[in-house]
Structures are given as structure tokens and as C-alpha cells.
């Protein structure tokens, strides 16, 4: 016999069709994750702009508190207090945290620096 029946054609095709969808998943989900990551890195940075500005105001503008603010879709808030037991009015902590909006979810990330008096 030459050639192929239906139904090894229609088996065929189903089997194509099964690896179209697979592969059409996978790059949902890569796409997905690739978006997270760049989020991600974005936050980063917002972090580092953050943490270089207050490392470059003069040391007494920096006044222990609790501030906020907004950069497009990503929300900043932080926490400046000093450190030590008891508290070293030379050293300062800074506690970050970066809020944004991803499908379905809202994401965080939170970093920490200390900034002392030069």
C-alpha cells in the first residue's frame, strides 16, 4: 500500500497541532517571565537612584521618617532611622521598598542601605 489513510493523516495532524500548542505556551510563559525580569531590573535601579540621592544630600537634610513617592507604575516608600543601640546620630538606616503592578499581581522587592555622616 502507497500513501497514508485518513486516519493516520488525521493522527498526524493532531499530533502537529498538540506541538503548535505546547510550543505556543512556552512562549507565553517566556514572554511572562521575561516581563517579571525586566520589572525586576527596573526596580533595582528605581532602588539605586533613590539610595545615590540620599547619599549625596547634605547629612542633616536627612531626617529620620517615613516618605513615598511615585515613579510611573512603580511606588516607592522608605524609612530612615537611625541605627545603634542607642541610636548613633551619625549612622542612619534605610529601609526600601519598591512596589509595582505586574498581570494579576502586585510585586515587591525591598532593600536596605546605611548612610553615615562624612
Aim: glycine share 6%; proline share 5%.
Amino acid at each position: 500500500m502507497k500513501g497514508l489513510t485518513l486516519i493516520e493523516l488525521m493522527v498526524a495532524l493532531i499530533i502537529i497541532a498538540v506541538a503548535l500548542m505546547a510550543l505556543a505556551q512556552t512562549r507565553v510563559t517566556s514572554d511572562a517571565m521575561a516581563f517579571g525580569a525586566s520589572q525586576s531590573r527596573n526596580a533595582t535601579a528605581i532602588a539605586q537612584d533613590l539610595f545615590e540621592d540620599l547619599r549625596n544630600m547634605p547629612f542633616n537634610q536627612l531626617i529620620p521618617g517615613t516618605y513615598q513617592d511615585q515613579i510611573g507604575n512603580v511606588t516607592r516608600t522608605w524609612t530612615i532611622t537611625q541605627e545603634g543601640n542607642p541610636p548613633d546620630p551619625l549612622l542612619l538606616r534605610v529601609n526600601l521598598t519598591i512596589q509595582w503592578q505586574e498581570p494579576g499581581r502586585v510585586k515587591q522587592a525591598q532593600f536596605t542601605t546605611h548612610i553615615t555622616r562624612r
